[in-house]
């Protein structure tokens, strides 16, 4: 683990290395790091921290700067999951899936990996704004997901699968970006980088 004097001489950020990855389960790889980043930092004033998911009607959206691509780092994902945490002027984005730095200011993130909009409207990518806390409290998942005809469409993390109380899966529910649904708020790309400019 590290503190990043640069940024605040208060703020616990982990190394990439010592956290949980898994390929093609973001949703798992964000859960663990929001748990640890909290955990860091339960005497760290001033902490907002956020994860967000990127989908939209279609479970098409994009990303540039990504790991898995081989094309200029364009990614097509039915959806993305990734972390923001705001610490007096600082907000930097975790992704840990990103060629960027981890963290990244935001204002590179939204640059480099976010960019700009498709003309095509069905491309057109929105951003649910979740409280981490209330992620990693509520989010619940059984991996369903990736199983396709009764193999793993990618092998699962090496830990029991993240349940919550109820232990009913609600992945589903975080994903949607149903303005009516639960969690966060869903934002459209010009409300969601104003609200973290």
């Known amino acids: 683990m590290s503190s990043e004097s640069e940024q605040s001489s208060s703020l616990v950020i982990p190394q990439k290395s010592d956290c949980m990855y898994t390929a093609c389960f973001c949703e798992e790889n964000i859960w663990q790091l929001a748990k640890l980043i909290l955990d860091l930092n339960k005497s760290t004033p001033n902490m907002k921290c956020y994860v967000i998911f990127v989908?939209?009607?279609n479970k098409c959206v994009h990303l540039w700067n990504q790991n898995s691509s081989h094309?200029?780092?364009l990614v097509?994902?039915?959806?993305?999951v990734f972390l923001i945490v705001?610490?007096?002027d600082n907000t930097l984005v975790f992704d840990m899936d990103t060629r960027l730095p981890f963290?990244?200011?935001f204002a590179q993130y939204a640059k480099e990996a976010i960019r700009e909009e498709f003309k095509e409207s069905h491309s057109k990518r929105y951003f649910k704004v979740v409280d981490a806390d209330v992620f990693v409290a509520q989010f619940s998942s059984d991996r369903n997901h990736m199983i396709e005809e009764g193999g793993w469409m990618s092998p699962p993390p090496p830990y029991p699968p993240i349940l919550n109380e109820d232990k009913v899966h609600n992945l589903d529910n975080f994903i949607s970006m149903d303005p009516s649904n639960e969690f966060g708020p869903v934002l459209n790309l010009e409300e969601f980088k104003a609200r973290f400019s």
């Not at 097509?76 to 993305?80: G, P, Q």
């Open 76 to 80: 097509f994902w039915d959806y993305h």
């Open 55 to 57: 989908s939209n009607y």
């Open 71 to 73: 094309n200029e780092g």
């Open 103 to 105: 963290p990244v200011p």
């Open 86 to 88: 705001q610490h007096l």
